[in-house]
Nanobody
Framework: VQLQASGGGLVQPGGSLRLSCAASGRTFSTYALGWFRQAPGKEREFVAAISRGGSSTYYTDSVQGRFTIFRDNAKNTAYLQMNSLKPEDTAIYYC????????????????WGQGTQVTVSS
């Protein structure tokens, strides 16, 4: 499975962006999907995850209520809608697939996209 993340860019504080994660192959719906981010000089951290069918989601506390993860298995694509963006959201955002649902550890994710840069600045 190959993943392609896109949709990043420069946005002002309080603005919105929608990231996309497009997957190749026919097995996309058999994986849980997570979004992670990595800021300069920091470790890659968990942002949000969604179950195979999309019925279950969870978020790290810092984005709860501002970010929404969802997926369209018919299109082999997942999304991360980011609202009320803050400068501390600046990072490279990665999508990843896991065979097991419910992990926020990057070590449990098997396939990774290349990342898309999100910069929140005035």
């Amino acid at each position: 499975v190959q993943l392609q993340a896109s949709g990043g860019g420069l946005v002002q504080p309080g603005g919105s962006l929608r990231l996309s994660c497009a997957a190749s192959g026919r097995t996309f719906s058999t994986y849980a999907l997570g979004w992670f981010r990595q800021a300069p000089g920091k470790e890659r951290e968990f942002v949000a995850a969604i179950s195979r069918g999309g019925s279950s989601t969870y978020y790290t506390d810092s984005v709860q209520g501002r970010f929404t993860i969802f997926r369209d298995n018919a299109k082999n694509t997942a999304y991360l809608q980011m609202n009320s963006l803050k400068p501390e959201d600046t990072a490279i955002y990665y999508c990843a697939l896991a065979t097991a649902w419910g992990s926020s550890s990057r070590h449990d994710y098997d396939y990774w996209g290349q990342g898309t840069q999100v910069t929140v600045s005035s």
